[in-house]
């Protein structure tokens, strides 16, 4: 962990998750969404937005992203997908991968593929919940990463049936994808049917929409992520 940012330390049996914004922070909203799943009780812990590590990872300034952290029983934990592991190994009876084989391997493999990479459409479409940008004009490469994300909705739920991108549960990987709706709604993308009905619903899962809620009121405002502003 950077020596920056000092979190607090979790009491015992208490779990903690360190977040950086709501509004901004796509990776937070993961470790969130995640720790929902498990069903662990946990209490959220803000850092400071002016922190310079902070606003590195918000910037995308960094290689490392460190925020979320998960503190539990002693334990730091970092960077998303670890987080999921964990937490999956935490509480095996939360269901967080699919049950069936096959689907486990597609579901851990397009949550990495989400970790590791569209970065244009990370750079291009920053994640920005109080924002509304009609007819934005997205760009080649962002566009090809959205191609590959709605190829990845489409080929799930059509095997899997939805709502969810693997059948009747939410797993790691809707919650690894739930901030890219997000940037949908805000640039105004325009979805195949599939696509759109994915993301309707996750944006109306009751943790999406308290954390939504909670952006909207968020002092903070980072100048570089607020470009050309639209309500």
């Known amino acids: 962990m950077a020596d920056t940012f000092k979190p607090t330390q979790s009491a015992p049996g208490e779990t903690v998750l360190l977040i950086s914004s709501k509004n901004y922070s796509s990776w937070s909203l993961r470790g969130y969404l995640l720790l929902h799943l498990s069903g662990i009780a946990f209490r959220e812990e803000v850092a400071d937005p002016e922190d310079p590590t902070v606003r590195n990872e918000l910037l995308m300034r960094t290689s490392s992203i460190r925020l979320p952290c998960l503190l539990h029983e002693g334990v730091s934990v970092w960077d998303t997908l670890a987080i999921a592991e964990f937490l999956n190994e935490l509480c095996p009876k939360a269901a967080m991968l699919p049950e069936d084989r096959l689907a486990r ?127």
């Open 105 to 231: 391997a597609v579901c851990r493999s397009i949550s990495g593929e989400m970790h590791s990479g569209f970065s244009a459409l990370r750079s291009s479409l920053p994640m920005n919940l109080r924002s509304r940008r009609h007819n934005f004009t997205v760009w080649s490469s962002a566009r090809a990463d959205i191609e590959r994300v709605t190829e990845i909705f489409q080929q799930c739920l059509n095997t899997w049936k939805g709502p969810w991108l693997f059948g009747a549960r939410p797993s790691i990987a809707d919650a690894m994808y739930a901030p890219v709706a997000t940037r949908f709604l805000t640039y105004d993308v325009k979805l195949d049917p599939t696509s759109q009905a994915w993301c309707d619903h996750v944006l109306a899962w009751a943790p999406m929409r308290a954390w939504a809620a909670q952006a909207q009121t968020e002092p903070e405002m980072i100048d570089e992520l607020e470009v050309d502003m639209d309500f």
